[in-house]
């Protein structure tokens, strides 16, 4: 098996789909990053060892292509070529000579496209393929195609990426949520179980705190249950007649002494007519508690207004809260798995960021729909979401 062979074989199944159309001619496609000095191949499918008489792995090697392989009268304009094309989102065309590794000068086209920015480096890709004696490519017709194709893997490979970096950031978040609270329960009852207190109001503190870390990890392993039973299916619901004011005294009497701590306004404010809910009563009882909960964790000063009213054939609730708001840029973010709008935020207010995804299915499986609105940070943010009101077809 020769080297070429070995790098194809190694090849990532996103590398082998792109190569596929340029393995019967002569020609490969690359990625590579380019600076004003530098051009460093990342990777490379297709028939360069056809096209060149070189190995892919030579290709690789910084540098290599240009002072071995291009004809020398034209490395500077290419690589200035290729440089210029590090910001244009259109593929740019350029033809030039090259000398195979018989001895054999040839004249090649190359198709660039830039794919990436990373600060002042740049991210490029190019498809090379043999042209005709005037310069002109002798597969047209594959060389689009084959870009087009290699673009839309290039972006579903960085998004794959992207996904992954940010659950191996979740992974580490949410681990450090579970670590925090259990390692304060065992130092508080180490304390007690060694009598390191002072009195028995002392002693109720150190239950108190080991009470409290103990809902908090409960709460987080119960998200990460819940994300899991909604993402396989495993979630069910009890749809029944809700009376909505029952609920919501249920969450301002859960929140107020919270509220009070932090020197917050909290308000539940329903309409005189009473409402009923077509809802899974715990499931509804849920959203409120993380939204309601979210809107306190986020405020520091101000208050949390919670309302219900009639929309139609559903029922409207809103969480208003004067909290720290959220940035323009960063809202269409929310409600994505894995993402949390702002980790150092996240982990100064504490938390598994799973409440809004949670919120959002739950929702959704009840019939209703949720959105978010901020006029950015600092200034507050507004909760929305429908449940479908109680008829009598739903006896």
């Known amino acids: 098996m020769t080297t070429a062979d070995h790098q194809n074989k190694d090849a990532s199944p996103i590398e082998k789909q792109n190569g596929r159309g340029l393995e019967q001619i002569p020609g490969f496609i690359y990625t590579a990053e380019i600076s004003a000095k530098l051009f460093s191949p990342k990777s490379c499918v297709g028939g360069f060892t056809k096209l060149t008489g070189y190995p892919v792995t030579s290709f690789l090697k910084n540098n290599f292509y240009n002072e071995v392989v291009i004809d020398r009268d034209d490395v500077e304009r290419l690589h200035g070529f290729r440089y210029t094309s590090k910001s244009s989102a259109t593929a740019r065309n350029l033809s030039y000579r090259i000398n195979s590794r018989g001895g054999k000068r040839l004249i090649v ?153 932090k020197n917050l306004k909290l308000e539940c404010v329903t309409l005189e007519t009473p409402l009923f809910a077509a809802a899974d009563v715990r499931k509804l009882k849920q959203v409120l508690i993380n939204l309601v909960g979210n809107a306190i964790k986020f405020t520091d000063k101000g208050g949390i207004v919670v309302s219900v009213e009639i929309t139609g054939q559903y029922l409207k609730y809103k969480v208003r809260d004067t909290g720290i708001g959220i940035p323009k840029e960063k809202q269409d973010k929310l409600f994505q798995k894995f993402i949390q709008v702002d980790g150092t935020a996240t982990r100064k207010y504490g938390g598994s960021g799973l409440g809004l995804v949670i919120s959002k299915h739950l929702v959704e499986m009840m019939g209703g729909e949720i959105t978010m609105e901020s006029n950015g940070a600092g200034l507050g943010t507004t909760v929305s979401f429908t449940i479908p009101k109680w008829t009598k077809e739903d006896i």
């Open 109 to 261: 086209n190359e198709q660039v496209v830039a794919i990436e920015t990373r600060g002042l480096v740049k991210l490029i890709a190019g498809v090379v393929t043999l042209s005709d004696r005037h310069g002109k490519s002798s597969s047209e017709g594959t060389i689009r195609k084959e870009m087009l194709r290699f673009r839309e893997m290039e972006k579903l490979n960085r998004h794959l990426l992207e996904v992954n970096q940010l659950k191996d950031e979740f992974l580490a978040n949410t681990s450090h949520e579970l670590r925090t609270p259990l390692n304060s329960i065992i130092g508080f009852l180490t304390l007690i179980t060694e009598g390191y207190y002072e009195g028995d109001e002392e002693l109720r503190l150190f239950t108190r705190n080991a009470l409290d870390s103990s809902y908090h990890l409960l709460n987080v392993i119960n998200d990460l249950l819940d994300i899991s039973k909604i993402e396989s299916g495993r979630m069910q619901l009890q749809i029944e007649k809700v009376y909505v004011d029952e609920i919501m005294e249920e969450v301002y009497a859960l929140f107020k002494v919270q509220a009070d701590q």
